[in-house]
């Protein structure tokens, strides 16, 4: 549909009511995919062509720290125009979802450490269930189909993207590494003339992406993980505003969002889902899925959320702090805050993140992280499944 010249263009995260739902489900197909790989006899290929050196990085080093850049970057876009544009714009929209956003990291964190507290090496991973994949949420929400109404969709990702925020701080403060003062100088000069560009009202991509680029390199040998410096990129890049509309047709952010998006949805991800969630389920038992690792990246996501999320929006709706969304019921509320279990993404790169590449503990994180999201997908998908379409009348 052709858009009015006098509306604000639609911005990404406006799409993903439907978008982002196809590229879960391509998520969802890509993870299924590595899983078979790595338990069938092209075992030996997957693992080869992961750990094959391509310009002085494994493939698996390029998706996790190159790639994966880009869906920071699509995130730091989104998170910014939220907050100036959308959804998140004014404090009492942000309110419900931030509580619950909080809530829904605090309590994931608090199961993971209950289970790992003699276990001090593991510790480390107490990040792993607390992120939300919102790609994932909203490709379960997808199949659902009208039984969901629309107020439940835009609300999971409004705390999703708050979410995505508060994991992007976690990984800033708690995951960097053998920090280079030189290298953070670098990147902090890099960032001091991105913001000066905004400032000045230079609004040409073409500037911008060479800046960007090199940020990435600078944080990158700075200790700091590399994808901060696509949420970092993403922050000083312009939105531009018209009279009577936020956000203007032409506005960099808007472009460049859109840009991204597809690639993002249907290549990146994607390409992560293959490359990290390969685990040999051959010879796991009942021993394997008792290590505190697994028990904790499992029953987070799948209790620690629930109760983080569907805990805190009741409390703060009963307190009065925030209204409960319109049109939504108490039932649908609870199934959103089961799939807000599904930590795919982020909590496969935070736990890589905790504990590097390959070894024991990356293998029971795996397994932990899948079994806690599917979990959470097929207990969400059912609890909405069963809510009828209607809502009841709202009491508070």
């Not at 003699?118 to 792993?128: D, E, H, N, V, Y």
């Not at 609004?203 to 993980?225: D, E, K, N």
């Not at 049109?327 to 509320?333: A, D, G, K, V």
């Amino acid at each position: 549909m052709a858009q009015h010249p006098n509306h604000p263009p639609a911005s990404a995260l406006r799409n993903l009511l439907t978008h982002e739902a196809t590229g879960g489900l391509i998520l969802i197909a890509s993870a299924a995919i590595a899983l078979v790989a790595a338990n069938s006899p092209a075992a030996e290929l997957y693992a080869a062509t992961l750990a094959r050196t391509v310009a002085g990085m494994s493939v698996l080093h390029w998706i996790n720290d190159a790639l994966m850049a880009l869906f920071f970057v699509l995130v730091g876009l989104e998170i910014k125009r939220e907050l100036l544009d959308g959804h998140l714009a004014s404090w009492h929209h942000r309110i419900l979802p931030g509580i619950a956003a909080a809530g829904g990291m605090i309590g994931p964190a608090l199961v993971y450490l209950a289970l790992n507290t003699s276990s001090p090496g593991t510790l480390r991973g107490w990040a792993i269930p607390a992120a939300t994949d919102i790609a994932f949420s909203l490709g379960v929400l997808a199949l659902l189909g009208r039984r969901v109404p629309v107020t439940i969709k835009v609300f999971l990702t409004a705390l999703a993207i708050i979410d995505d925020l508060g994991a992007i701080v976690v990984i800033a403060l708690f995951y960097g590494q053998d920090l280079s003062p030189p290298m953070l100088g670098l990147a902090a000069s890099v960032m001091a003339v991105l913001i000066g560009l905004n400032r000045f009202g230079v609004t040409r991509l073409a500037v911008y992406i060479p800046l960007g680029l090199l940020l990435w390199f600078f944080v990158l040998q700075s200790g700091i993980h590399a994808t901060v410096a696509g949420v970092l990129f993403a922050l000083a890049i312009p939105l531009q505003r018209s009279p009577g509309h936020p956000d203007a047709a032409g506005s960099a952010l808007h472009r460049l969002e859109n840009a991204l998006h597809p690639w993002v949805s249907f290549v990146v991800l994607p390409a992560f889902g293959f490359a990290n969630a390969g685990v040999a389920l051959v010879g796991v038992g009942m021993t394997d899925l008792m290590k505190p690792v697994t028990l904790g990246c499992a029953l987070g996501l799948f209790l620690g959320k629930q109760v983080g999320v569907f805990g805190s929006v009741w409390l703060a709706v009963k307190l009065g702090l925030a209204k409960r969304p319109a049109r939504t019921t108490w039932p649908q509320l609870y199934g959103m805050a089961l799939l807000c279990g599904i930590g795919f993404t982020m909590s496969l790169f935070i736990g890589l993140l905790a504990f590097g590449e390959g070894g024991a503990l990356q293998d029971q994180t795996k397994i932990g992280v899948l079994l806690g999201s599917l979990a959470s997908a097929i207990a969400g998908w059912a609890v909405l499944r069963m809510c009828p379409k209607q809502a009841a009348p709202r009491r508070g």
